[in-house]
């Protein structure tokens, strides 16, 4: 049978998942970068502080973040793609098939909600951040992930890193969905949250090691600028 090569898509179109489907969970694969950033995610997950806490993983994916969720936690899979919400059951999270800005669970659901790698996926951040807060119990934790606008982050996210191993998909990114740092925080703000950003960029030698021998993880440096990929994180009072 001669192999189908995948469509080529616009930018940003979810039917790239169904096309990379089968990659999810190969470490070498399209979403290697995924993986090095999951653990990262994972380190700024507080440990589960009462028995049946609750983790919320907006735009789970696969479910990548499930090794890296701290002992103790239900691990809850927001997602609209079937193929990828199935590998995340496989792994032991809970899984729900619904957008993010719609969210089928209660106000006060969560002890913390994630968003990896989702939110410059998504027009109505606002919305997203809305669901975030909304599920969240008071004293919650929310720990994020994104990319900001302008032209750095589209040389070196877009431009320069799809076309490098362990770089994003080709495609995956719409520039124009990146999330400025101020509009992140204006959102949490008005849902009376304060956030803590921080820059990151891979660590250089990982990642030549990672060329070399395409085995190990990439870690990630924090660095001041939010110029291009960023973590947030913050308490719902
Ligand atoms: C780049 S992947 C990140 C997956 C996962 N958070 C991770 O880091 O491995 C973005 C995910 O968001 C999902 N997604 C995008 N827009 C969505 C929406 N409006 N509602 C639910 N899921 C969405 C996609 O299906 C995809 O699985």
Redesign the pocket.
């Known amino acids: 049978m001669p192999v189908t090569a995948a469509p080529r898509r616009p930018r940003?179109d979810?039917a790239q998942?169904d096309d990379m489907a089968d990659t999810?969970w190969d470490p070498t694969g399209p979403?290697a970068a995924?993986?090095w950033?999951?653990a990262e995610?994972g380190e700024l997950i507080p440990a589960a502080l009462r028995p049946g806490a609750r983790l919320v993983?907006?735009?789970?994916?696969?479910?990548?973040?499930a090794p890296h969720v701290p002992a103790g936690y239900e691990h809850h899979g927001?997602?609209?793609?079937a193929a990828?919400l199935q590998q995340a059951a496989a792994r032991g999270v809970v899984t729900h098939r619904?957008?993010?800005?719609a969210v089928p669970l209660a106000d006060g659901f969560a002890d913390v909600v994630?968003?990896?790698?989702?939110l410059?996926?998504?027009p109505?951040v606002e919305g997203?951040v809305s669901e975030a807060v909304r599920l969240l119990r008071p004293g919650g934790t929310v720990v994020l992930?994104t990319i900001a606008p302008g032209w750095w982050a589209d040389l070196s996210l877009v431009r320069v890193a799809e076309r490098l191993p362990g770089g994003?998909p080709p495609r995956?990114h719409d520039p124009r969905l990146f999330v400025a740092p101020a509009r992140l925080r204006a959102a949490f703000a008005a849902g009376g949250m304060r956030l803590t950003l921080r820059g990151l960029r891979p660590h250089a030698r990982d990642y030549l090691r990672f060329l070399r021998d395409r085995r190990r993880r990439v870690r990630f440096v924090p660095v001041r600028s939010l110029r291009a990929l960023y973590q947030g994180w913050g308490v719902k009072p």
Request: hydrophobic share 50%.
């Open positions: 940003n979810l998942y999810w979403f995924l993986h950033l999951a995610r993983d907006l735009g789970c994916g696969a479910g990548l973040l927001i997602d609209l793609n990828a619904a957008d993010v800005t994630v968003a990896g790698e989702l410059e996926h998504v109505d997203v992930d994003p995956i």
